[in-house]
């Protein structure tokens, strides 16, 4: 488990700075000027004040990428990933419909996204390359609220593959297509020399039609919004983990891998939809934000939120459903769950009001029985996720630093 570190509230006292500024002239944040005001004229801002200035003097900064050679912590969709992202791909590319930096890009009526597979092994406890290259798509389109229709299929291929697995591979793709009620209707096939593609790699691209009418933003929770998963979290992780061999662990795990199309649309129909309130059906604008916890995690998702509609998300770490053999794995290994990759989860973000509704529906599906509201969206302090653990203290869940699951997808 990852340790626990109690925040900490010390006053010392001395002159304070004049509001807006911190000790040596710098520019505060807006809850550390509060908490000058709230202590009196003669104190300076807390420990854990100063902690949150520094952390948002970091995240204002420009993102610029420091190495010169990509590394594999540029791909496990922590910290290095968003620079990355932010400070090569964006910059090179930007516009109105990239900067949301969503699942999926939503015009019109319409979602597209695209996704590429490099997962080792290539088949695991649960599902193998194919299947998860069907439904990752698929979750990214109902992430976007839309129905998925259609995807495309390119294959690299290494020289020396077997046939008899490119079948076993495409034959899961064809049946997880049929399960999410979608075609494969264009793709392409590349073949490299041996020992340059690891076997196998997949990429994809979906379309899906946006039915619903609903609005989905990661920049839209506001405070008081509950913050749910949809069942157990950190199971594809560990299961890709366990099943490489390279450990002397032995735990009957699975991955989660599954399409979420059907529980985003039950979710929708129940408490997001295009028209109506509390007589009139369906309630307009009750479901805030859907994302699935693929890399990075759980934890990654809700920074992703909190950093883009400035609230703070506060976490009870009792509330989080998390399987015994998936705990007992990460804390032989010294992995955070939270960290920990899922592909058949996801994560809502729902008006306060309408939580109940919203539970309800997702513990009426199979793959949202185990359903649980883990957190709440606040005000104070903006772009941070905090969790208050079993022990009574309370910590920040930042971004993901460094590669500890590499090639889980």
């Known amino acids: 488990m990852t340790p626990e570190h109690t925040t900490e509230h010390t006053t010392e006292h001395a002159t304070a700075p004049a509001p807006g500024e911190a000790p040596g002239g710098e520019a505060t944040a807006p809850w550390a000027e509060s908490a000058v005001r709230e202590a009196g004229p003669r104190s300076r801002p807390t420990r854990e004040d100063q902690v949150l200035q520094r952390i948002e003097r970091a995240r204002r900064g420009k993102a610029r990428v420091r190495e010169d050679l990509v590394t594999l912590a540029h791909g496990a969709g922590g910290k290095a990933t968003h620079t990355l992202i932010e400070a090569v791909f964006l910059e090179a590319f930007r516009n109105p419909l990239l900067e949301p930096l969503g699942d999926g890009a939503v015009t019109g009526t319409l979602a597209l996204t695209t996704d590429a597979y490099v997962v080792r092994p290539l088949f695991f406890p649960g599902g193998d390359i194919g299947d998860l290259a069907v439904n990752g798509t698929v979750n990214d389109l109902a992430m976007c609220g839309a129905t998925p229709r259609y995807l495309s299929a390119g294959f690299i291929l290494e020289e020396g593959f077997p046939i008899a697995d490119l079948r076993r591979i495409t034959a899961s793709m064809a049946a997880a ?25 997949i990429t994809t691209a979906g379309v899906g039609t946006l039915d619903r009418g609903a609005t989905l933003s990661a920049a839209s929770v506001t405070p008081g919004d509950a913050v749910i998963v949809s069942g157990p979290i950190g199971e594809h992780g560990m299961t890709i983990m366990l099943a490489r061999g390279e450990l002397d662990l032995e735990a009957h795990l699975t991955s989660d891998t ?35 916890a693929t890399r990075g995690g759980v934890a990654t998702v809700l920074n992703e939120l909190a950093t883009a509609s400035q609230v703070s998300i506060v976490l009870d770490e009792n509330t989080i459903p998390i399987r015994p053999d998936v705990r007992g794995a990460c804390e032989l290994l010294g992995i955070d769950p939270l960290y920990v990759a899922c592909e058949g989860r996801m994560i809502a973000v729902v008006a306060a009001g309408h939580a109940d509704a919203a539970l309800d529906a997702l513990r009426a599906h199979p793959l949202g029985a185990d359903a649980a509201i883990i957190g709440r969206a606040g005000d104070d302090p903006p772009g941070l996720v905090l969790l208050k653990t079993s022990f009574g203290g309370t910590r920040i869940v930042d971004l993901l630093v460094g590669d500890p699951l590499p090639r889980i997808c």
């Open 177 to 201: 297509a049929r399960a999410a009620g979608v075609w494969i209707v264009t793709g392409d096939t590349k073949v490299v020399e041996n020992g340059k593609a690891d076997g196998c790699y």
């Open 258 to 292: 599954a399409p979420l199309h059907d529980l985003t649309a039950r979710l929708l129909s129940a408490c997001g939809g295009p028209t109506g309130g509390p007589t009139g059906g369906p309630i307009s604008g009750a479901v805030r934000c859907l994302r699935d």
